[in-house]
């Protein structure tokens, strides 16, 4: 099945707000098997979204639009639409009373310009936004099915896992459950990772789960989208490559799905019973930041210092925390510039004593300095976790 | 003249990448005067990519194409414009040797594949890149001149700046000179901003000078964009309209053009010959680590501190800094929602005692922690600069 994306709105086509909808809506049907073969974006002109629609219309079986269904006059998209099928707008009574009890409920009164929102072109399929005033809606134009939906990201997200995807898959014929199940690591390359991972049985022989990988350095995201015909048999057939997977990638796995390295340490830390200090040099509070805000992470963390002269054990000590971990830099001098680097000694101090490794890393000043936050919040989710803190990771240098 | 943009590629068409060169593009452009009417993206595919040339070439009096001319095989821009003007590809000799004598100073032999990246449509006008081995190279399609130009950011951000906006503004007839004006301001909203801006004599009158805004939550950014026959006389032309600006927005401009409120703040205090500690609650670092790293920061920077029990006046004398700022949030409580707030109290010492202000911000945990932030940077530079503290800021709550 071809599905499209169009975007509109004078923001997204005058690069004023980055395009992170698109890229979001591309990669979500992207993991359920559905693939984009065509972007637009367009303004909030009329003559550009109704040669857009048409275009869009001979070319594809099914468009997401995005965007344009605001209250005020420059949102055109269900205007546009009625004009491009040939119909009339018509009142949503249903939309128009389900607005009205959210204003009441939050003890308002609904502005005039609501009412914009619940004109849908006549015999559009009304799609439901249970968080926003801008309901969707599904009409047909030439040979493809257009879905539309609201710029608010929080709202597109929503309606397009709830009721834009299942649509999409009924469209194209593509039935079964859906699952994406994620890894994030930290001291592999992706392409490094797509060696540890070739030959997985059931990953090549199947070809209903699909593996990738998406780079947010210092971190690495591997993905499987997996397809099956109920929940039961994606889990039977999952569970295994997801061991596979899990075993092969070892160590450097610092979290799974919804999870984090900052809340697998902080969880850790707090199931032991323990407390924590930090002490930083170049970093600048940048550990200290990334754990401290967590909820539940006043229960654990005592202190942060940022200084020059620090040492994990007087930290421990003088701060009365169980646990201390201390992240020194040398760095290399000069100005910045790629090849700049720095030697990085990661201490942490508990009761039994200190442990430390030294690692050096070059790519300039900032790469520089989110490696070392990586590093050292991973060497004591490592050092919690009773695993080796000194495995070489591939961004370093020896 | 109607310009188009159109980015190649299947990272950018599956969203596994966020398309800022789209955004970076459309705003420079937006800058100097040229307005894009359409967006275009699709994959590395022969057919979308000639159908996505054919179809520009029908609307637009200009094409800026993005990606595709790297030396693999899944790059196929040069084959496919040529295709799309019925000529044949032609090694361009001057780019070979470019490359060879690139690669010969860095002591490395040339791959065979880079050959491709000399291979130009017949009759093509070549583009330079002084910074890599995808060279750009202009055609005309149907219409439209097409301007090829590669994905790597920074190669794509200099060609668009030397070499293409010239040539788009020698097309579009549109002769002189531009020049951008950037300030940073913190406390004021958009629409507040364009309010307080209003009716300036100069940017009413005279339509080249476009003012224009970009929300960087908490900064706001604004933006004199013009254009003028000479340097001279857009400076002429410029200086009593920034000035005005500059004296409308006030207090709130933390920074003008390349400068940052933490930038101001470093060399403000190294000017007067003064040493800082930072002491933080729930800010967690973030302060300390948008100060700290910055170049020249070290002789400046002499501690910070991340705990709950902090007074600027006590963390002044335990330092042995000159300045000392504090800032100590009290949170709602409860789990994060839009309407989570903080009462946040910012403290600075100095030789001459302490200042102090309190201020209530509500948004959600990480809005509240960005704010807090900017907030005691804020009022710090304020301190320094002789300028009142407590000014009240527009998200404020009373």
């Given at each position: 099945m071809r599905v499209e994306i169009l975007c509109t709105g004078d923001e997204i086509l005058t690069g004023?707000?980055?395009?992170t909808n698109y890229s979001h809506m591309a990669r979500r049907l992207g993991e359920v098997g559905l693939d984009v073969i065509w972007g637009t974006t367009v303004g909030d002109d009329r003559a550009s979204l109704l040669a857009a629609f048409a275009r869009a219309g001979e070319r594809a079986d099914a468009v997401i639009v995005n965007g344009?269904?605001?209250?005020?006059?420059?949102?055109?998209s269900q205007e546009v639409a009625a004009e491009a099928c040939g119909v009339k707008l018509e009142l949503s009574d249903y939309w128009m009373q389900r607005m009205a009890e959210s204003y009441a409920r939050r003890g308002r009164v609904m502005p005039a310009n609501n009412k914009k929102q619940a004109?849908?072109?006549?015999g559009a399929e009304f799609i439901d936004n249970p968080?926003?005033?801008?309901c969707g809606f599904a009409v047909t134009i030439g040979k493809a099915r257009f879905f539309f939906t609201p710029g608010v990201p929080r709202e597109m997200r929503r309606m397009l896992d709830e009721q834009v995807i299942p649509r999409l898959l009924k469209l194209g014929g593509i039935t079964g459950v859906t699952r994406l199940k994620r890894f994030h690591s930290f001291g592999i390359g992706e392409s490094r990772a797509d060696e540890m991972l070739a030959g997985i049985p059931g990953l090549a022989i199947d070809g209903e789960i699909k593996l990738g990988f998406q780079a947010h350095f210092p971190e690495l995201e591997t993905k499987l989208a997996a397809r099956g015909a109920t929940e039961a048999e994606l889990s039977a057939k999952l569970s295994a490559i997801e061991a596979e997977v899990r075993r092969r990638l070892g160590n450097f796995v610092?979290?799974?799905?919804?999870?984090?390295l900052e809340r697998v340490v902080v969880e850790k830390l707090k199931a032991g019973g323990h407390t924590l200090a930090i002490g930083e040099t170049f970093t600048s509070g940048a550990i200290a930041s990334r754990l401290a805000?967590?909820?539940?992470a006043e229960a654990v963390f005592c202190k942060g210092v940022i200084a020059t002269d620090i040492a994990a054990d007087k930290l421990r000590t003088e701060s009365g925390a169980s646990h201390a971990l201390a992240v020194l830099m040398q760095l290399d001098p000069g100005s910045d510039r790629p090849d700049f680097g720095a030697t990085i000694t990661v201490q942490i101090a508990d009761g039994g004593g200190m442990v430390q490794r030294v690692a050096r890393l070059v790519g300039g000043r900032d790469w520089v300095r989110t490696g070392a936050t990586e590093l050292g919040l991973d060497c004591l989710r490592r050092h919690l976790l009773g695993l080796p803190v000194d495995e070489r990771i591939d961004f370093e240098r020896r």
């Open positions: 004023k707000t980055v395009n344009g269904l605001g209250p005020t006059v420059d949102d055109l004109m849908l072109p006549e968080i926003g005033t801008a610092v979290a799974e799905d919804e999870g984090s805000p967590l909820p539940g």
